[in-house]
């Protein structure tokens, strides 16, 4: 009997706090990092929140591929060229148009060949 395939996900890293808006005005304050002394414990929460950051970045930039897919989409009556989307987004149109082909891709989701 075959076993069932298993998917494994990446695990979750440490959730992003939001830093009262008093803290966030102090250059010196970053999530209360300067205020751990001990080194392992520094260590161990830079890299929760480098991780936390990782995974933001890749989301965001997942959601501008499906925006930038979506806005350039040829049914949209209001559809906007690539160039229109790199100016909006400050890209370039180059990479404008890779990012509407991830967004498509996206949308598509994944393929017969996905794991």
Do not use: C, N
């Not at 370039?92 to 393929?111: C, N, V, W």
Request: net charge negative; charged share 35%; hydrophobic share 40%.
């Amino acid at each position: 009997m075959a076993e069932p395939k298993r998917t494994e996900r990446k695990p979750r890293p440490a959730p992003l706090l939001f830093e009262p808006s008093e803290a966030a005005t102090d250059p010196e304050h970053f999530f209360d990092l300067e205020s751990i002394e001990d080194p392992g414990e520094l260590l161990a929460r830079a890299t929760e929140l480098t991780l936390a950051f990782r995974a933001a970045q890749e989301r965001a930039m997942e959601y501008q591929a499906l925006a930038a897919a979506q806005l350039a989409d040829p049914r949209r009556f209001d559809r906007l060229s690539p160039g229109v989307i790199a100016e909006r987004a400050e890209w370039t149109e180059d990479y404008a148009r890779k990012m509407i082909e991830f967004g498509e891709s996206l949308q598509r989701g994944p393929g017969p060949d996905a794991d």
